[in-house]
């Protein structure tokens, strides 16, 4: 069965750090990768999908990156975070466009 | 106009009742539709996904599709405090998802 690792749980930072979290997919091959941010009793919003290594499409422009230097590996990035850049972090993978499935997440706070 | 609308609630029904949870779209081309269930600070869970109009069951849960009047479902039957979550559409057009805001549920014991 598929599995998906994000990591860490939990992160606070100060304001102008950089920042890596780090999502990991198991038990399936080329998956598509994505990454979403869900403020506090909003809705979730895109930031970064991978069709396939190296493959990167950004969403929103912000002060984040992506990268995917493995096949099941996607990695969230930035040199220095903002205030406005707390929220909870999702990594989600699916097949071809189907049915979505998602990590456990990441709740970052900047302080 | 946003691609996918969802009341966003608050609902709170009383256990043992039927749920109804609903969405808009406004794009035809969408073709996957899905419902997940979030537990406060956790990542959303897939509860059901269907491609085609029409019902699917899955024990309490029943997801309904009408592409026609662009609306869907998702019917919870004798509701438990633990159905206790935010609710989640979703749709999807190729590689891209579309999610609504959530509706938050409450059973009350």
């Known amino acids: 069965s598929q599995t998906i690792h994000q990591w860490p749980a939990t992160l606070v930072q100060p304001v102008g750090s950089p920042l890596s979290l780090e999502c990991t997919v198991e038990g399936t091959s080329n998956p598509n990768l994505y990454w979403y941010r869900q403020a506090a009793g909003r809705g979730l919003q895109l930031l970064f999908y991978s069709v396939g290594i190296g493959q990167i499409s950004s969403e929103v422009p912000q002060n984040l990156s992506a990268s995917r230097p493995q096949d099941r590996q996607f990695i969230l990035s930035s040199k220095k975070l903002l205030l406005s850049d707390s929220g909870f972090y999702l990594c989600a993978w699916s097949v071809r466009g189907l049915e979505q499935y998602f990590g456990p997440g990441t709740r970052l706070t900047v302080t | 106009q946003k691609e996918v609308e969802q009341d966003p609630g608050p609902l709170s029904v009383p256990e043992g009742a039927i749920v109804s949870l609903n969405c808009t779209y406004s794009?035809?081309?969408?073709?996957?539709f899905m419902w997940y269930r979030q537990y406060s600070r956790k990542g959303p869970e897939l509860l059901m996904y269907t491609y085609s109009s029409g019902n699917k069951e899955d024990g309490r849960f029943t997801a309904q599709v009408d592409k026609s009047s662009k609306y869907i479902s998702l019917f919870i039957r004798d509701s438990q405090p633990s159905d206790s979550a935010t609710y989640l559409c979703?749709?999807?057009?190729?590689?891209?998802?579309?999610f609504g805001t959530g509706t938050s549920l409450t059973v009350i014991p």
């Open positions: 794009n035809s081309a969408f073709q996957y």
């Open positions: 979703a749709m999807s057009a190729g590689n891209q998802f579309y």
